[in-house]
């Protein structure tokens, strides 16, 4: 028996290391799909060498003899770090995910052909300067260059979805990026259909609760027309739904109040976390330009960054540039529609999806004069809207003579405030707040970008289409949007506040931010003499201006244990700071979810799951101002808001419990509070999420500085943050060497490489890092050496 046993145990170690030979030789070719990054390699379509050195967090500082090679150059690593990333960005906005994923992606395709992001990218083409045109050539000859010359197997996600064939790049493949990016900062037919699904069940009084800004009352069309809508439906075929958090900060000071005498400026762009992250840092150098800052794979120039004279942030204006039109067909004819004008045909196109493992699906799109038929998503939209009615998207981001690449491009070159103000021009969507310094001292502002002059209304109700009375009436004209150069105070601050007085003439947007950020940077900035260190601190400050609203007002109710009223006390002394080794962040935040859950649950019923959010100015009004929605009708009784929130600090605490144990010395808001960024695939499959899907601990939360959004409706992990500061910059304009940069994420979009998420310790703790020059850079710091040489 002792020999078999022997024999047994010497099989098995025989087989485990088989085993681990073979998996270590699979892991040794797998890492053969990461770039080369030293030596030479032959490309076709360069005019002259290009060089490439990596520096110790893997950015790439490319030194070309002409613009055009360095955006070859500048596709080309792309190419080489997250060509993954860039193939499942284009094939999201060309609705040909089902193709490599299968069916799952159905939804996402059927939604994104209905748009026609794609197509409409690749008309626009048409509408930009051979100057664009050739930048677009270039990168996208980079792109293939990489495709032609590359050896070993491709990304992991490619070989796990069994997807061998990349095809080359276009043009348009770069452009249909930016209109994605327009679609997720662009939210407003969500939150029509949200106020069409609440006004079924909601009194006026009550909707002018969730959106404090209301009028008393709505028109009466629109509130009936609304209330007919299958809303719920609608929202249920649109893939995409937002969490509702919308955001960035940027500030910039003049010479005047910095420590410097040069203008400083920082940004942090807020958008939902992924793994690759949306950023690359880079700095591209040639005879006419040098760049440095954070581009988008798939997309040539610098988005956030310097180009040794001007310096640039930018946070999301917010603008209402999409509106839910009901249309009605002809009575006498279906292929028809009613216009002011009479009856109009559908505009109709057949697609065809092709899916994985499955039949192509067909897709019929009808287009009206406004947009899109959205309720064609429906499987069964014929019954559940009314007779003869569909409803249709306008949106600004749907024109096909949008420029804003070329915006971007022609920015990146600027030298001053009017040929940068001249630049931002052509800027189409996403309307963005811009925050500029220069080296001669100037600070300045401007909002660019497409939004629509109504014939009337505010954009917050689904509107008739067959009267015309709500139809578009043009843009508002570029020399009317919001600007301003070198302010008496010597700053400009925005975090997603306002940026006109109500007597604008136009209308932005009815539905600002909450003004929580805004305020405490304004707080931060209170004095003179500011370094570099000082707005890395802010941009690192967690103390929630929504706790020390609010949290008093809770505090006043009774505690109904003696747990309770522990946490009651640590709250009381609690300095309201979001850190994530503290234990009351969580309390605090545990207790305004259950409150929040108690309040408006029962008025919402089967909606209240999609409306859970971090909602601040909706539970400001609530506590201070609003009693309607504290009658709890789950009870016999008629209950005080401050006997809900006693009773919601009981189930706070008995959930925190359940999560984290009995032990409340062991409870800490960064341990709930993990900046989760997930793989936009695999990042729910758990057996490869681990590989993919990159974690750590944060602090702040949905209304700090230093912005961690979480969505209460998540069961699972109600607190993880999933939207927060995608990328920090921070520019010095009296050296811009001195400038500090860093991502949420690492440079390589490979969970093999080291460089997938080194940089995310970093983001995390605050700090950030310089890309200096090439010849700058201690050769210790030096991490691959390539050239880029012309030929075959």
Known sequence: MRKLLRRLGWGLVGLIAVTAAGLGAGYLWLRHSLPQIDGEIRVTGLSAPVTVVRDQWAIPHIEAQ????????????????????????????????????????????RFMRTLGLYRRAAASLAYLTPETRARLDAYAAGVNAYLATRTGPLPLEFLLLRHHEVEPWSPADSLVWLRLMALDLSVNYRDELLRARLARQLSDEQIADVWPDYPESAPVTLVELARALPAEQLA?????????????????????????????????????????????LAQMRAPELELVGASM????????????????????????????????????????????????????????????????????????????????????????????????????????????????????????????????????????????????????????GRVPVRRQGDGRWPVPGWSGAYDWQGEIPFEDLPRALDPADGAFVNANNPIVP???????????????????????????????????????????????????????????????????AELQAWDRVMRPDARAPLLFAAWYRELSRLIYADELGALFEGFWRVRPRFMDRILKHSRVWCDDFTTAETETCSALAARSLELALADLARRFGDDQAKWRWGAAHPARMAHAIFGEQPLLAWLFDIGTASGGDSTTVNVGHYAPSDERQPFASTHAASFRGLFDLADLDRSRFVAATGQSGSPLSRHYRDLTALWSAGASVPITRAADIHPSGVIGHLRLVPGR
């Open 66 to 109: 002409s613009l055009r090679d360095a955006t070859f150059a500048q596709g080309f690593v792309h190419a080489q770090d997250r060509l993954w990333q860039m193939e499942f960005q284009r094939r999201l906005g060309a609705g040909r995910l089902a193709e490599i994923v299968g069916a799952g992606a159905l939804p996402s395709d």
């Open 236 to 280: 249920a075929a649109l893939p995409g739904a937002s969490d509702g958090a919308q955001g960035s900060n940027a500030w910039v000071l003049a010479g005047s109040r910095t420590a410097t005498g040069a203008p400083l400026l920082a940004n942090d762009p807020h958008l939902g976390l992924r793994a690759p992250g949306v950023w690359y």
């Open 502 to 568: 109500r007597d604008y003439p136009y209308l932005l947007t009815a539905d600002w931010e909450p003004s929580y950020r805004a305020r405490r940077i304004g707080q931060l900035l209170a004095g003179e003499g500011y370094d570099l260190a000082a707005f890395a601190a802010m941009q690192g400050d967690q103390l929630s201006l929504l706790a020390e609203d609010l949290l008093p007002i809770m505090l006043e109710a009774e505690a109904l244990s003696p747990k309770a009223a522990v946490a009651m």
């Open 297 to 448: 794979p798939g997309v040539p120039g610098i988005v956030l960054g310097h180009n040794g004279r001007i310096a640039w942030g930018v946070t999301n204006t917010g603008p209402d540039t999409q509106d839910l039109f009901i249309e009605r067909t002809d009575p006498a004819d279906p292929a028809r529609y009613l216009t002011p004008a009479g009856s109009a045909p559908f505009q109709v196109r057949e697609e065809v999806i092709r899916v994985k493992g499955a039949p192509p699906l067909a897709l019929r799109v009808r287009e009206t004069r406004h947009g899109p038929v959205l309720s064609d998503l429906l499987p069964d939209a014929a019954r559940l809207f009314r007779a003869g009615e569909v409803a249709a998207l306008a949106w600004t981001g749907l024109a096909e003579d949008d420029r804003t690449l070329q915006a971007l491009l022609q920015l990146n070159q600027a030298h001053d405030w009017p040929e940068f103000v001249a630049a931002t021009r052509d800027v189409g969507t996403p309307m963005q707040n811009i925050l500029y310094g220069d080296t001669a001292g100037h600070i300045g502002f401007i909002a660019p």
